[in-house]
């Protein structure tokens, strides 16, 4: 009964959330969503510029050559991540947030990232996580905490924040914890967001929704 019980804890929700700029709709239609790595290399830029944009904290907003949009990572400066990391540099951790295509479990987290936008539009991707982890499991992480944001106390962080996903389901927070000498989190600390490493080529065969958000709109899950 006890392990009954920590395997209903450790169950993704139905639904997980991606919240994409509506720019990159007609990207996504045809590449499908792409890290922000894939994104600049893509793009064409090489060398120092290409070093700037994912092992630098990006202080603004681009638009790339191929219209595509890449956010900012104002929430990241390197002076904060220094503190809170353990076993990499802030460039090693600006590396490995780009490499990764995001999506929050919680709704009302996508929500505050969707007010830090602005007023740019937005769409919200709402995909069944059984089906895109069961596709993308040998690529699939669990974090604990915001990985995007180290302002206001941050949480220590480090390589093994990205908990993969079946490491999860066999024990929850426990490499996490051994990796970061850190205490082991309750059982009931749920994910908030679910990592996939590289492109999801074919993320429209796990969407079940694609919501516009219109200029400072909030997403209302159904």
Same mark, same amino acid.
């Given at each position: +009964?006890? $392990?009954?019980?920590?395997?209903?804890?450790?169950? &993704?929700?139905?639904?997980?959330?991606?919240?994409?700029?509506?720019?990159?709709? #007609?990207?996504?239609?045809? &590449?499908?969503?792409?890290?922000?790595?894939?994104? %600049?290399? =893509?793009? @064409?830029?090489?060398?120092? +510029?290409?070093?700037? #944009?994912?092992?630098?904290?990006?202080? =603004?907003? #681009?638009?790339?050559?191929?219209?595509?949009?890449?956010?900012?990572?104002?929430? +990241? *400066?390197?002076?904060?991540?220094?503190?809170? #990391?353990?076993? +990499?540099?802030?460039?090693?951790?600006?590396?490995?947030?780009?490499?990764? %295509?995001? $999506?929050?479990?919680?709704?009302?987290?996508?929500?505050?990232?969707?007010?830090?936008?602005? @007023?740019?539009?937005?769409?919200?991707? %709402?995909?069944?996580a059984a089906a895109l982890v069961e596709q993308?499991?040998?690529?699939?992480? &669990? !974090?604990?905490?915001? !990985?995007?944001?180290?302002?206001?106390?941050?949480?220590?962080?480090?390589?093994? !924040? $990205?908990?993969?996903?079946? !490491?999860?389901?066999?024990? @929850?927070?426990?490499?996490?914890?051994?990796?970061?000498? =850190?205490?082991?989190?309750?059982?009931?600390?749920?994910?908030?967001? &679910?990592?996939?490493? @590289?492109?999801?080529?074919?993320?429209?065969?796990?969407?079940?929704?694609?919501?516009?958000?219109?200029?400072?709109?909030? $997403?209302? *899950?159904?």
């Amino acid at each position: +009964m006890f $392990f009954d019980s920590i395997k209903a804890v450790r169950r &993704l929700p139905r639904h997980v959330y991606h919240l994409a700029e509506a720019a990159n709709w #007609l990207s996504i239609q045809r &590449l499908g969503l792409l890290p922000a790595e894939t994104l %600049v290399d =893509r793009s @064409g830029i090489r060398g120092r +510029m290409r070093e700037c #944009l994912l092992a630098e904290q990006r202080k =603004r907003h #681009l638009v790339l050559s191929e219209g595509c949009e890449i956010r900012d990572q104002r929430p +990241m *400066p390197a002076e904060a991540l220094s503190a809170c #990391l353990i076993g +990499m540099t802030a460039a090693d951790w600006y590396r490995l947030i780009n490499a990764h %295509v995001y $999506f929050w479990l919680d709704p009302a987290r996508l929500n505050r990232q969707r007010a830090a936008c602005g @007023g740019r539009p937005q769409l919200v991707l %709402v995909a069944d996580a059984a089906a895109l982890v069961e596709q993308y499991k040998s690529r699939a992480a &669990l !974090t604990p905490i915001n !990985t995007g944001n180290a302002r206001r106390r941050p949480a220590a962080r480090g390589i093994a !924040t $990205f908990v993969p996903y079946e !490491t999860w389901l066999a024990s @929850g927070w426990a490499s996490e914890a051994a990796a970061l000498k =850190r205490r082991v989190r309750s059982s009931s600390h749920r994910p908030v967001e &679910l990592a996939i490493a @590289g492109p999801i080529p074919d993320i429209a065969r796990y969407l079940v929704r694609v919501v516009k958000l219109t200029a400072n709109k909030s $997403f209302i *899950p159904v």
